[in-house]
């Protein structure tokens, strides 16, 4: 492994097992148009990168098993499926069914972020996959190649390959990589049981008009903010069109977004479908007390703090 670097250089096959690690997202800005034709709504948005890190290591199959692709978890947990349904397997079988290569791959997955949490994990294991594959089998698609592949997987998928923040258009799958200064820290409130995201966009449709209307490009107010590195004036800006409908479906979470911010965050939101509640503090000191606040909430399962934004799917060994 390169120390905090790009995938070393691989010759085709050559590696037995090859990890990667993916972060999981907070949207700074989710504006959300009407339902589509196509089942998807129009999104406009500012996806950040957050250093909570899934792992995916992608080992050769035993000769017997070639060809299959298997996928277990480093600690199981009855609502992540293994089969074919996980989306990872199905990054693999697209990466494969690509590039017309016959081989297999037994995928060791590392959760970190929250499940069913509007955090992406699930797309961030994806596209972990993707690039762990890619070099496993030295199928060498470039990075561009990766994204089409992700897009196809999800609308969540591209952006944990690029990382860092970047606006999102279309299905929020259209990434344009936005320059940011500083770094930023939160504190995650998870919720015992996830939302689907599916449910949540469908209880919006279903939500009386909201006051404000959708936008097709981010506030400049708010990519001035995050040019100029200033967090308050960033939470300032900060909006979720899917919030009303998130709290429609679990209304507890009004309290766990006032708990955070009576405890000092400079703003509480949900975190994309939710039900994460994601809390931007202006420091280290208001992040441990905020959490402490927090882990007392009936509706709080667990905090996690961490920085952004970071970096996209990377090999770490
Ligand atoms: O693309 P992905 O499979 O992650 O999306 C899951 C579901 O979320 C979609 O089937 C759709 O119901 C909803 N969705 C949406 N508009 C988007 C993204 C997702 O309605 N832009």
Same mark, same amino acid.
């Given at each position: 492994?390169?120390?905090?670097?790009?995938?070393?250089?691989?010759?085709?096959?050559?590696a037995?097992?090859?990890?990667?690690e993916?972060?999981g997202?907070?949207?700074?800005?989710?504006?959300?148009?009407?339902?589509?034709?196509?089942g998807?709504?129009?999104l406009?948005?500012?996806?950040?990168?957050v250093?909570?890190?899934?792992?995916?290591?992608?080992?050769?199959?035993?000769?017997?098993?070639?060809?299959?692709?298997?996928?277990?978890?480093?600690?199981?947990?009855?609502?992540?499926p293994?089969?074919?349904?996980?989306?990872?397997?199905?990054?693999?079988?697209?990466?494969?069914?690509?590039?017309?290569?016959?081989?297999?791959?037994?995928?060791?997955?590392?959760?970190?972020?929250?499940?069913?949490?509007?955090?992406?994990?699930?797309?961030?294991?994806?596209?972990?996959?993707?690039?762990?594959?890619?070099?496993?089998w030295?199928?060498?698609?470039?990075?561009?190649e990766?994204?089409?592949?992700?897009?196809?997987?999800?609308?969540?998928?591209p952006?944990?390959?690029?990382?860092?923040?970047?606006?999102?258009?279309?299905?929020?799958?259209?990434?344009?990589?936005?320059?940011?200064?500083?770094?930023?820290?939160?504190?995650?409130?998870?919720?015992?049981?996830?939302?689907?995201?599916?449910?949540?966009?469908?209880?919006?449709?279903?939500?009386?008009?909201?006051?404000?209307?959708?936008?097709?490009?981010?506030?400049?107010?708010l990519?001035? =903010?995050?040019? @100029? %590195?200033?967090?308050?004036? &960033? /939470? +300032?800006?900060?909006?979720?069109?899917?919030?009303? $409908?998130?709290? *429609?479906?679990?209304?507890?979470?009004?309290e766990?977004?006032?708990?955070?911010?009576?405890?000092?965050?400079?703003? =509480?939101?949900v @975190? %994309?479908?939710?039900?994460? &509640? /994601? +809390?931007?503090?202006?420091?280290?000191?208001?992040? $441990?007390?905020? *959490?402490?606040?927090?882990?007392?909430?009936?509706?709080?399962?667990?905090?996690?703090?961490?920085?952004?934004?970071? =970096?996209?799917?990377?090999?770490?060994?």
């Amino acid at each position: 492994a390169v120390p905090g670097g790009q995938a070393p250089p691989q010759r085709s096959g050559s590696a037995t097992s090859v990890r990667v690690e993916a972060p999981g997202k907070v949207n700074l800005f989710l504006s959300v148009g009407a339902l589509g034709a196509d089942g998807y709504h129009p999104l406009t948005t500012v996806f950040q990168a957050v250093r909570v890190v899934e792992t995916v290591t992608a080992r050769r199959q035993a000769l017997d098993a070639r060809g299959a692709v298997t996928l277990s978890l480093e600690e199981p947990d009855a609502s992540v499926p293994t089969d074919a349904s996980n989306l990872a397997v199905r990054a693999a079988l697209v990466l494969a069914e690509a590039t017309g290569v016959e081989e297999g791959v037994d995928l060791l997955v590392r959760k970190r972020v929250p499940v069913a949490g509007g955090m992406a994990g699930g797309s961030a294991d994806a596209a972990a996959t993707l690039l762990a594959c890619n070099v496993l089998w030295g199928t060498e698609l470039d990075q561009a190649e990766l994204v089409e592949l992700a897009s196809r997987l999800g609308a969540d998928v591209p952006f944990p390959l690029l990382g860092s923040t970047a606006v999102g258009h279309g299905r929020g799958d259209r990434l344009t990589p936005l320059m940011t200064r500083g770094t930023y820290h939160w504190v995650f409130a998870l919720a015992h049981t996830g939302l689907s995201t599916p449910a949540v966009f469908a209880r919006f449709d279903q939500m009386p008009r909201a006051v404000a209307p959708a936008a097709t490009e981010v506030p400049a107010e708010l990519t001035n =903010a995050l040019r @100029s %590195g200033d967090p308050a004036a &960033v /939470a +300032a800006h900060l909006r979720n069109d899917l919030a009303p $409908a998130a709290l *429609s479906l679990r209304p507890g979470l009004a309290e766990v977004i006032d708990v955070a911010e009576s405890a000092g965050a400079l703003r =509480a939101i949900v @975190s %994309g479908s939710g039900p994460t &509640v /994601a +809390a931007l503090v202006p420091d280290g000191a208001t992040a $441990a007390r905020v *959490s402490r606040a927090l882990e007392d909430c009936e509706h709080v399962a667990g905090t996690l703090r961490a920085d952004a934004p970071v =970096a996209g799917a990377r090999v770490v060994g």
